[in-house]
T-cell receptor, first 107, second 114 residues
Framework: QKEVEQNSGPLSVPEGAIASLNCTYSDRGSQSFFWYRQYSGKSPELIMSIYSNGDKEDGRFTAQLNKASQYVSLLIRDSQPSDSATYLCAVNTPLVFGKGTRLSVIA | DAGVIQSPRHEVTEMGQEVTLRCKPISGHDYLFWYRQTMMRGLELLIYFNNNVPIDDSGMPEDRFSAKMPNASFSTLKIQPSEPRDSAVYFC????????????FGPGTRLLVL
């Protein structure tokens, strides 16, 4: 059974701070890793993908992958209230999703 | 493109009734996925199709669930008979390919079985 684990939160950070979201996965052979954002009552939307060890940056978002530790993280710099949402980690093909971490950015 | 289209957006039905959910994928996408999302179990893959052919239905919870894709622009997920534990949000998603391709989700169908 392939599993993806996330801390359910809620994770509360003040506006302007760095939010750090973490994810671990069980399948050591996993090759593709994704972060989706889901606003309340809406559908998931892809914000980051990463396929090799290291960091990948896109604007205020940085995804980090460590395959040896089976660990994926998402950093959100200069957090804004509009970043308040549930962040879903997804692994592999087809996707296996974690249950998500609820992020709340306090103005 | 209009994105992935799902209907109905909300469905309230009584236990034992048949429920049919519909999905129109993004034109040109070869893969179509059906997911179910609940608070307890999160987002679960039920079944996915490639070029209208079901590839993996191991996530379908039981025989009461069935899915079809008669053509490249239409898919249905049917629950017969429905039970209260089927209450969830059902998402359809499509993508160009597996692996490194983005999956685009529809708005979802919120199903409540009384």
């Amino acid at each position: 059974q392939k599993e993806v684990e996330q801390n359910s939160g809620p994770l509360s950070v003040p506006e302007g701070a760095i939010a750090s979201l973490n994810c671990t996965y069980s399948d050591r052979g996993s090759q593709s890793f994704f972060w989706y954002r889901q606003y309340s009552g809406k559908s998931p939307e892809l914000i980051m993908s990463i396929y090799s060890n290291g960091d990948k940056e896109d604007g205020r978002f940085t995804a980090q992958l460590n395959k040896a530790s089976q660990y994926v993280s998402l950093l959100i710099r200069d957090s804004q209230p509009s970043d308040s949402a549930t962040y879903l980690c997804a692994v592999n093909t087809p996707l296996v999703f974690g249950k998500g971490t609820r992020l709340s950015v306090i103005a | 493109d209009a994105g992935v289209i799902q209907s109905p957006r909300h469905e309230v039905t009584e236990m034992g009734q048949e429920v049919t959910l519909r999905c129109k994928p993004i034109s040109g996408h070869d893969y179509l996925f059906w997911y179910r999302q609940t608070m307890m179990r999160g987002l679960e893959l039920l079944i996915y199709f490639n070029n209208n052919v079901p590839i993996d239905d191991s996530g379908m919870p039981e025989d009461r669930f069935s899915a079809k894709m008669p053509n490249a622009s239409f898919s249905t997920l049917k629950i017969q008979p429905s039970e209260p534990r089927d209450s969830a949000v059902y998402f359809c998603a499509s993508s160009l390919a597996l692996g490194e391709e983005t999956q685009y989700f529809g708005p979802g169908t919120r199903l409540l079985v009384l």
